[in-house]
């Protein structure tokens, strides 16, 4: 068994390694003058069993064609079986075709890893369940809602929490969450206006006087939590956490959420963090 690191989440794959007792296998990415990436495998994987770790973070092209080189290279040189561990799929968001002419790219990416040598993918929390179905190798599809739960547990009365779900999409999700720590569930009315604006309305559910933890898959610009956070204060709830599997993090994302009252905004490290967009109320648990 063999696992390399692509250049999106290193310290992820370094932490995965420990937990086996082996060493992350050396590769080396540069780029060519002309903008072109280069990998080298810099050890024999001829018949080993070799995973390779990336998340499709920002920069996401580099890193999705980081990955589809590492994993041709492999091939070439004959991995008896490539797994690609991609804790963040952020294509799972292009799954559907919801305008005209458009790409339904979370299958085509999908396409693209099977024709770059992945023989098995291995990743968590898609946007959408439906999406593992886009795939035509075999998929593990794992979750953080029990690690995110059980930090929720070990310090909230859950006689007295709510999970919200952002909206009707995240239903499914959320309550997965709220049936693992044995409470109700609310619904938001959400429409979203842009690809940063969202308009929230009706709350399905009571969440009067109860402690919030809202529950989603991703934090992207952070306007559907601001939006959320609004919405649960206005229908009375007390205090509201968040538990959310992917820090993506981009653009004002920081700073709109330091402007919200969220006590506490718990996600993993399926995303590197780097330390300038650390705060105060961000706590990151390990999937390793
Ligand atoms: C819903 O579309 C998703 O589950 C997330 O709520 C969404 O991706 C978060 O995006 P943003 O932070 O940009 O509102």
């Known amino acids: 068994?063999?696992?390399?690191?692509?250049?999106s989440n290193p310290d992820l794959a370094t932490e995965i390694c420990g937990n086996?007792?082996?060493?992350?296998?050396p590769m080396e990415t540069s780029r060519f003058s002309n903008d072109n990436l280069f990998v080298q495998i810099k050890e024999s994987?001829?018949?080993?069993?070799?995973?390779v770790v990336q998340s499709l973070s920002t920069p996401v092209s580099d890193h999705l064609m980081e990955l589809m080189i590492t994993l041709d290279a492999l091939r070439?040189?004959?991995?008896?079986?490539?797994?690609a561990v991609i804790?963040?799929?952020?294509?799972?968001r292009s799954d559907k075709k919801d305008a005209p002419r458009i790409s339904i790219a979370a299958r085509l990416v999908a396409d693209l890893l099977k024709t770059a040598g992945a023989d098995r993918v291995l990743t968590m929390d898609l946007h959408a369940d439906a999406v593992h179905g886009f795939f035509s190798i075999p998929v593990d599809h794992l979750t953080a809602i029990p690690t995110i739960c059980d930090y929720f547990a070990a310090f909230l009365d859950l006689s007295k929490v709510v999970v919200v779900a952002t909206d009707a999409g995240g239903a499914k999700r959320a309550g997965r969450f709220?049936?693992?720590?044995?409470?109700s569930l609310a619904i938001i009315d959400k429409r979203r206006l842009s690809d940063s604006d969202v308009q929230?309305?009706?709350?399905?559910?009571?969440?009067?006087?109860?402690d919030a933890i809202i529950f989603d898959d991703e934090i992207s610009t952070g306007g559907t939590l601001v939006s959320t956070v609004e919405t649960l204060s206005r229908a009375g709830?007390?205090?509201?956490?968040?538990?959310?599997?992917?820090?993506?993090?981009?653009?004002?994302?920081?700073?709109k959420l330091n402007q919200t009252f969220i006590s506490e905004i718990v996600v993993t490290n399926t995303v590197h963090v780097p330390v300038e967009k650390q705060f105060p109320q961000l706590k990151s648990l390990s999937v390793a």
Not at 20 to 25: A, P, T, V
Not at 45 to 51: M, S
Not at 76 to 83: C, D, E, F, V, Y
């Open 178 to 183: 709220a049936k693992r720590l044995d409470t």
């Open 20 to 25: 086996i007792g082996i060493h992350l296998s």
């Open 237 to 255: 709830a007390a205090k509201v956490y968040v538990g959310a599997t992917h820090p993506v993090l981009c653009g004002h994302a920081v700073e």
């Open 87 to 92: 804790p963040y799929y952020s294509y799972a």
């Open 200 to 210: 929230q309305g009706l709350v399905v559910g009571n969440v009067k006087g109860l």
């Open 76 to 83: 070439s040189a004959s991995a008896k079986r490539i797994t």
């Open 45 to 51: 994987v001829r018949e080993k069993d070799v995973f």
């Open 1 to 7: 068994l063999k696992i390399f690191s692509g250049g």
